[in-house]
């Protein structure tokens, strides 16, 4: 996963928006009899299939795009009375978007292409390049859109908040390995399904794959995706990332060394959470590791994950700019059966919150071989609800320290993990109910462990353990810690999983 800064690559200026029909009339479109031409979803699958038997030519970049001064690309806005289909507008090339992509408008089974024109766009001290970056859907009404997609295979959300915060990508291709591939969507064709609501359809191409990709679109309140990705194989892939979800942790009140910023918290996600086929509902606190890590989990037929802001209170981040407070959620859902595989997460060092450094994403068990073609459906939701909870207890705050009693020396080479559950499961219960924490230490030992009610707090437990790092010196990862709270055999809580770096 690189560098890669959302702040650059994706702009989102307002705009009055103008909800016309779709029409082959609106200026910046191929006249009557240039270029139409039929368009379906199994034509898109045998155009991406030929492709792949093609050798792979890398995207030519627009030198003029490159060259372009930052602040003057940033002036450049999309005429309001040029929208199409709908809401539709479209992004010049230019902030790191620099590779020109094709996009076409589909009614009644017909695709026309929309023609580049200087005059679809204003505001700019400079020229546009020539070429399109890629497009956004407008908020009905509203000056601001719900969903846009910009840069290889990027694209996001505003969810149900108005708020622009973690990405998605079509596919990840060796991410975390020695050398990520970044395939892209070279062409878009976009069909409009009611008010705020379109059918984007995507060819993709890189060194590794193509595919083809349908997003039934649609922003009731949050926004839901309905994905259908078909993907054939031109070589073997080490690690083929399905539905990847990209997001941003620098430091959270509790991670603050290193911080640089006054702010309390700066990040767009806080955890990945998953439920298992069995059912069992998992969440990761997210961190901002000293090197480079990935963790894998196992999720034969995974029933969902995603990477989730479960912190959604205001006075914890402060920023009444960036309101992190209201970063959507991106909850994927697998449609089918996707068979034996895991979901990774690979983050790695960042100081600063331009960059996103967290990925997750699920990944066959099976090798992937070329001439292979696969298919995985899903639906994503970009929400600020969190679809992971249900009646058990769910982890709302995780510490970690010194070990050892409070206003006692420190025990020396250990750590202490606090963690706090709070939920409807957790109803009635005190310190008679005999309610225990099952605690699994990879890599460490359990020292000592507590688990009690939080005083003056409805339905809120506390867990505290004192851990010890196995004495192996060298690079062998940080302690992994495993734990839920239980009631003889019946489990009340999510299972927590948490690492624990040396101090």
């Known amino acids: 996963m690189r560098n890669l800064s959302r702040r650059d690559l994706i702009s989102t200026a307002g705009g009055a928006s103008l909800l016309s029909s779709l029409s082959w009339a609106v200026p910046g479109l191929t006249q009557s009899g240039g270029g139409e031409t039929p368009f379906s979803w199994p034509w898109l699958q045998q155009r991406a299939a030929a492709l792949a038997k093609r050798p792979y030519q890398p995207p030519r970049e627009s030198a003029a795009a490159k060259a372009l001064d930052f602040d003057a690309v940033g002036t450049i806005r999309f005429k309001p009375d040029r929208t199409l289909a709908g809401g539709i507008r479209l992004?010049?090339?230019?902030?790191?978007?620099?590779?020109?992509?094709?996009?076409?408008?589909?009614?009644?089974?017909?695709?026309?292409?929309?023609?580049?024109?200087?005059?679809?766009?204003?505001?700019?001290?400079?020229?546009?390049?020539?070429?399109?970056?890629?497009?956004?859907?407008?908020?009905?009404?509203?000056?601001?859109?719900?969903?846009?997609?910009?840069?290889?295979?990027?694209?996001?959300?505003?969810?149900?908040?108005?708020?622009?915060?973690?990405?998605?990508?079509?596919?990840?291709?060796?991410?975390?390995?020695?050398?990520?591939?970044?395939?892209?969507?070279?062409?878009?064709?976009?069909?409009?399904?009611?008010?705020?609501?379109?059918?984007?359809?995507?060819?993709?191409?890189?060194?590794?794959?193509?595919?083809?990709?349908?997003?039934?679109?649609?922003?009731?309140?949050?926004?839901?995706?309905?994905?259908?990705?078909?993907?054939?194989?031109?070589?073997?892939?080490?690690?083929?990332?399905?539905?990847?979800?990209?997001?941003?942790?620098?430091?959270?009140?509790?991670?603050?060394?290193?911080?640089?910023?006054?702010?309390?918290?700066?990040?767009?996600?806080?955890?990945?959470?998953?439920?298992?086929?069995?059912?069992?509902?998992?969440?990761?606190?997210?961190?901002?590791?000293?090197?480079?890590?990935?963790?894998?989990?196992?999720?034969?037929?995974?029933?969902?994950?995603?990477?989730?802001?479960?912190?959604r209170t205001f006075d914890h981040y402060q920023d009444d700019g960036a309101f992190y407070d209201k970063r959507p959620n991106l909850w994927v859902e697998p449609r089918g059966s996707w068979g034996q595989g895991r979901v990774m997460l690979y983050a790695f060092p960042t100081d600063s919150e331009t960059v996103d450094n967290v990925v997750a994403f699920w990944t066959p068990s099976s090798p992937v071989r070329g001439g292979q073609r696969l298919q995985f459906d899903y639906r994503l939701t970009w929400t600020s609800d969190d679809p992971s909870l249900d009646r058990a207890a769910h982890a709302i705050d995780v510490w970690v320290g010194a070990a050892g009693r409070p206003g006692l020396p420190a025990l020396a080479g250990a750590s202490k993990l606090v963690a706090d559950f709070t939920g409807d499961s957790l109803a009635g219960l005190d310190r008679d109910s005999k309610v225990t924490a099952e605690i699994g230490v990879a890599r460490g030992t359990l020292l000592s462990s507590a688990v009690y009610p939080v005083v003056g707090q409805r339905n809120r437990w506390r867990v505290t353990a004192d851990i010890r790092p196995a004495a192996t010196g060298g690079n062998a990862g940080p302690v992994d810690v495993r734990l839920y709270l239980k009631r003889g055999e019946a489990a009340l809580s999510e299972t927590l999983l948490v690492p624990i770096y040396p101090a």
């Open 91 to 311: 992004f010049p090339l230019g902030n790191g978007a620099v590779t020109p992509v094709a996009i076409n408008l589909v009614e009644n089974g017909r695709a026309r292409p929309i023609v580049f024109s200087p005059d679809l766009f204003e505001g700019g001290k400079v020229s546009p390049p020539p070429g399109f970056a890629g497009f956004r859907a407008m908020e009905t009404g509203r000056e601001s859109d719900w969903l846009a997609f910009l840069g290889a295979s990027y694209f996001r959300s505003a969810g149900s908040q108005d708020q622009y915060g973690l990405s998605a990508r079509g596919i990840a291709v060796d991410t975390g390995l020695a050398r990520e591939q970044f395939p892209n969507f070279t062409e878009f064709w976009i069909e409009r399904a009611g008010d705020q609501s379109f059918t984007i359809y995507a060819l993709m191409d890189g060194e590794s794959l193509t595919g083809a990709y349908r997003f039934v679109s649609r922003h009731p309140r949050a926004v839901v995706q309905d994905v259908s990705s078909v993907l054939f194989l031109r070589r073997a892939v080490e690690r083929l990332g399905i539905a990847p979800v990209t997001s941003m942790f620098w430091y959270d009140d509790r991670t603050r060394r290193g911080a640089t910023d006054w702010r309390p918290e700066i990040h767009d996600s806080d955890g990945l959470a998953l439920i298992s086929r069995e059912g069992e509902r998992i969440w990761r606190p997210l961190r901002n590791p000293p090197q480079p890590a990935t963790d894998s989990f196992a999720a034969d037929d995974v029933r969902g994950f995603g990477l989730l802001q479960r912190d």
